[in-house]
């Protein structure tokens, strides 16, 4: 990798990986990798971290991709380069996109917000506070998720969360051996593992088995994890795309991404409750029939909460492919 003129300084490349490596992934996998051209950034997937039975299409690692790279595109931003977005530029269908950073920019104050939230963005899988998210949040979180084409709708009419929470536990059932054995390769792992959900990140078992809940681990590591009470009336929210293919995949990861940092801008944090979403017997049944018709690509629980154990990541070294 050189360091010409016409190249990105060594310096600039770790601060946009780190930025972009920081984004959710489906149980931490981290299915993506990185390579460097000249002024551009090229986001590819690493299918060797697909969850092939939960996810034959590829569908979450793309939304993975996504996430991170919103978060490339924030942090150039952020370092005063623009950068021009190409999704699947070649024929080769794990090129997820190109980033191309061609001139210099003064990053909004808004772009420096969300960029400061990416450290503090986690996953939290802990009970959070019983009290609602204030309209005029969901309503920042709704334009977050129409910024990058997607949209987003909170669910708090009690007879349609009642219904979302059933085909969470439909789900639930429905799963099959292969995907659970799948599931237990990637959670409940060693604290210093820099992939997968340590038994530390996964949060306590809900006392109510009614609660919209994903247990990573169910029936696992029970005397470490313990019970807890959760939030009678959690806040859930549904992301949607207006199509259904790969290029709306990695739309949904960006939408989703930049939900959660601004949700994190406003002290909100969430967690993910996609078993109906990986089920395709109940998949299209998580769209609300009053919202605008959509694909549903991803449902969660939003609310406040303390700051709960954060997941690893791996070195940049490892994400970044040689020349």
Known sequence: MTTTAEHLAPTLIRQLITA??????VHN??????????????????????????????????MSCGAALLNLRLAAEHYGHTGTVTLFPTSD?????????????????????????????????MPYEDRPVPPAVIEALTEAARQEGADFYAVNEPSERRRLVDLIHDADAAQNPEVMAESRRWTGVEDSRPDGVPAGA???????????????????????RGFAVFEHDPT??????????????????QGLQRVLLAATVEGLVATFANQPLEAPQLRWLVRDPDQPIGYPQMLFRLGYAPTAPATLRRPIEDVILGD
């Open 20 to 25: 972009a490596v920081a984004a959710p992934s």
């Open 29 to 62: 996998t981290q299915p993506w990798l990185f390579r460097i051209d000249h002024d551009r950034v090229h986001v590819l997937a690493d299918t060797s971290r697909q969850l092939t039975a939960q996810d034959p299409e590829g569908r979450a690692m793309l």
């Open 93 to 125: 269908q794990l090129h997820i996109a190109t980033v191309d950073l061609h001139g210099r920019v003064h990053p909004t104050a808004m772009v420096d917000e969300l960029f400061a939230a990416i450290p503090n963005r986690h996953t939290n899988r």
């Open 202 to 224: 996964l949060g306590p078992i809900p006392q109510d088995p009614a609660t919209p809940h994903r247990d990573l681990a169910p029936g696992r590591l029970i005397s470490a």
């Open 236 to 253: 859930l929210a549904v992301l949607t795309t207006n199509n259904d293919d790969r290029t709306a995949w990695v739309t949904a990861g």
